[in-house]
């Protein structure tokens, strides 16, 4: 059972070419191991990805690195309060003539070959924006000049600063749900990394510090059938089923599962959320994770390893516990992994 069936020799070529991938955003960004695994298996579960994190911590050069190594037409544009989303479609001037002209803009620049838009600071942009994003994000597919354009390869990397996000537009609950992942990011901790990035001028210069990443580790174009091969040949034994159903179910109704967190009311405390959607990328991604560390099964750290920044996001808290998000989600998500026998 530890080797994939004859016929999957592509998926192990490619698990070897994920690696490499790693190795290579790594090689740049320091002391954001965990950050880099979560955005590959989210580059092969074909989601979408917010990043989220405090002023320079890397966020912007941690999505151009991964675009780098990805390869394939990668665009990007800074949210800003003036963005009107037709901004996203073309822009209008006047050309030396005198006359005015219409070129594409940053979504269709690259045609249909778009493999990677990078929204960076995505909660200054209005909703009308964030519209038109989600759109493209949920059908891959935008009506402009008189035609329908396709992304089949497209995946959306937003970034937002969690300092400001009192100020800016914050992104609805529905459009929260077609990323993927949400995943939080923090200078690193180790001091070894934290010395390098302050007194090595190598990662003074971002422009430099992209351009040394090998380019397109990966056959980008390829990525989708991968994606598909992988969700077919990993396994989810009944055992795993049941304990993916039970997670979502204490989650969801925690005080039904017995959990008790200290001066919460457990009744009230979810409103909602976690969709089927959220929960079936969570599975997506499970099996990302398992075909990454070699096997064609899942086990339960794989739904665990990646179940915060897919599901935390997703749970709807009652108003007055909604201001203790950052701390309430991760100790209720503890108290589910504690609650919930793993098989
Ligand atoms: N972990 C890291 N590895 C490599 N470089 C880093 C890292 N953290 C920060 N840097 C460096 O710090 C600088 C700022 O990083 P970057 O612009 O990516 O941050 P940011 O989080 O996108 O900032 P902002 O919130 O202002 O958009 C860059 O020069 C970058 O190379």
Known sequence: MNQFRSGDAMLTDWRAAAGRFEAAVGGAVLGQDRAIRLLTIALFARGHVLLEGDVGVGKTTLLRAVARALGGAYERVEGT????????????????????????????????????????????????????????????????????????????????????????????????????????????????????????????????????????????????????????????????????????????????????????DMEALVQGGASPRGVAFLVRAARVRAWLEGRDWMVPEDIRAIFPEIMGHRVFLEPIYEMRRASIVPDLVRAVFETVPAP
């Open 81 to 264: 309060v003036d963005m009107m989303p037709t901004d996203l479609v073309y822009h209008t001037y006047l050309a030396d003539d005198g006359r005015p002209r219409v070129e594409p803009g940053p979504v269709l620049r690259r045609s249909e070959d778009l493999s990677i838009f990078f929204f960076n600071e995505i909660n200054r942009a209005r909703p009308q924006v964030h519209a038109l994003l989600l759109r493209l994000m949920a059908e891959r597919t935008l009506t402009a000049f008189n035609r329908e354009y396709r992304f089949p390869n497209l995946q959306v990397f937003a970034d937002r600063n969690r300092v400001e996000r009192e100020e800016t537009f914050e992104l609805p609950a529905a459009a929260r749900d077609r990323f993927l992942m949400e995943i939080g990011l923090e200078a690193p901790r180790d001091a070894g990394a934290r010395r390098a990035l302050v007194f090595d001028p190598r990662f003074h210069d971002t422009d430099a510090l992209i351009a040394a990443i090998p380019g397109a580790v990966l056959d980008h174009a390829a990525l989708p059938g991968i994606a598909a091969a992988i969700q077919h040949g990993i396994q989810a034994s009944p055992a795993i089923e049941a304990y993916v159903i039970g997670l979502w179910e204490a989650l969801v109704r925690p005080g039904d599962a017995g959990i008790r967190l200290p001066g919460i």
